[in-house]
């Protein structure tokens, strides 16, 4: 009150300029840990502010528009590379919150490799008709795991044009059980604008598709507090002369080996997927996101775009 009628300060023991040096810094303080608060509610991104996990949107019928709710404090991003072959570290993957997993990657027969827990699949629109083929392995003995579905929009569209689309909503009228998603197209584009962002070239202009591997990468980012990866080489890996040979895919081992698909798929002018320059990508995030790679393990440093 002494103050607000204009009374001398001098019996705090404080001259003016201290009293509103304390009040600035009483204010700013404030607005730092508010500023925090907001940051840890809206999560963290690669690159580029994040929807979050309000990309990915639940297939089921007749219910209303249901996000992704799942978060896992360790999780085990496992590579559908060679490199697993012979790993010897499926108790180790299996012991981790989270297991994720690609495609239609099995794990019958590689356990000892690859672990047998699955909690997260992200399957290319590509490799649906692989997931059907075998649905009673996919949608009734997995039917704990949830399964996030990408794809390009005239595949995924939900006009009844999509033809991707319809059977995803086929299965899930089948098995209402089994938790579909699928990644909306706005999270389509803003991985798009990350890749842009991370290389200065625009994806469809370059005529490169974004990998399974990369849509992945977000949503461990979204969903997990620490990444561990398995099985996924760097972006020099097949420039060393002493790399190991393995099979691209760990379950199709007569097929073309690892580093020769990146090169192919590096260079090719429509169609192919970016592996080597993804991966580069991946290096960067890593010295901002908790993320380690495992068997191989990547010697990180920070890369230049």
Known sequence: MAL???ASPKGLGMKPPMLLWLLLLSLSLSLLFWFAH???REGSS???PSSGLRGYVRISP????QFLDKHCNQCALVSSSGQMLRAGIGDEIDNFDCVIRMNNAPTEGYERDVGSRTNVRVVSHTSVPLLVKNESYYFQQSADTTYVFWGPDRNMRQDG?????????????KYPDVKIYTVTRERIQYCDSVFQNETGKNRMKTGAFLSTGFFTMILAIDMCDRIHVYGMIDDNYCSRANHSVVPYHYYEQNRINECRMYKVHEHTQRGGHRFITEKAIYARWAT?????FKHPSWSLRRKRR
């Open 4 to 6: 607000c009628s204009g």
């Open 38 to 40: 907001v940051i840890r």
């Open 46 to 48: 690669p690159v580029l």
């Open 62 to 65: 007749g219910s209303t528009e």
């Open 161 to 173: 044009k999509g033809r991707i689309f319809n059977t995803l909503l086929k299965i899930a009228k």
């Open 288 to 292: 901002r996101h908790k993320i380690k």
